[in-house]
T-cell receptor, first 110, second 114 residues
Framework: SQQGEEDPQALSIQEGENATMNCSYK?????LQWYRQNSGRGLVHLIL?????REKHSGRLRVTLDTSKKSSSLLITASRAADTASYFC??????????FGTGTSLTVIP | DTAVSQTPKYLVTQMGNDKSIKCEQN?????MYWYKQDSKKFLKIMFS???????INETVPNRFSPKSPDKAHLNLHINSLELGDSAVYFC?????????????FGPGTRLTVT
């Protein structure tokens, strides 16, 4: 199935450090999105990157896409305690829908 | 104003019962979704509606029946609840159908079947 898989499953860093999480997928995509989920909440959209794009920025977030390796990465710079959450990538699939991975659980220690 | 709302937030019920979860979006979006998130946080799409029409129906038991009375509402009815139905159910919406649009998620409904 066309499912994004995030890596690592869990990541713990000190406040102020950068956090990098990766997403790998199996078949060609048109779009890839990253979402954040705080504990007990719904998912919140962060960034959409299209297959013809290699990099996008939004504030402290930087997303890269390497279609040759079928992978994407999300970099959060100068992390804050409020960035503690689970981060999901969503890759599109036949049927014009998204498949989500199981997420990376990020803990930022103050 | 809440963009995508779900009721109830928590639902505890016994096996064999029938229950419903309601979802409403006030964003004027055409497309709505139901997702199931299991205890390992895996998020799986169940259904998608576009302008009240069912467009995605993943392999879910037919005990689950979505209903969209209008494009702002998508409800989920579950018959004969089983232990394995325990999960968090999320409603989401997007402006239009397709993966180039971001999805807006509701706060989730935690269903516990005992």
């Amino acid at each position: 199935s066309q499912q994004g898989e995030e890596d690592p499953q869990a990541l713990s860093i000190q406040e102020g450090e950068n956090a990098t999480m990766n997403c790998s997928y199996k078949t060609s995509i048109n779009n890839l999105q990253w979402y954040r989920q705080n504990s007990g909440r719904g998912l919140v959209h962060l960034i959409l990157i299209r297959s013809n794009e290699r990099e996008k920025h939004s504030g402290r977030l930087r997303v890269t896409l390497d279609t040759s390796k079928k992978s994407s990465s999300l970099l959060i710079t100068a992390s804050r305690a409020a960035d503690t959450a689970s981060y999901f990538c969503a890759t599109d699939a036949p049927g014009n829908q998204f498949y989500f991975g199981t997420g990376t659980s990020l803990t930022v220690i103050p | 104003d809440t963009a995508v709302s779900q009721t109830p937030k928590y639902l505890v019920t016994q096996m064999g019962n029938d229950k419903s979860i309601k979802c409403e979006q006030n964003l004027g979006h055409d497309t709505m979704y139901w997702y199931k998130q299991d205890s390992k946080k895996f998020l799986k799409i169940m259904f998608s509606y576009n302008n009240k029409e069912l467009i995605i129906n993943e392999t879910v038991p037919n005990r689950f029946s979505p209903k969209s009375p209008d494009k702002a509402h998508l409800n989920l009815h579950i018959n004969s609840l089983e232990l394995g139905d325990s999960a968090v159910y999320f409603c989401a919406s997007s402006p239009m159908r397709g993966t180039s649009y971001e999805q807006y998620f509701g706060p989730g409904t935690r269903l516990t079947v005992t």
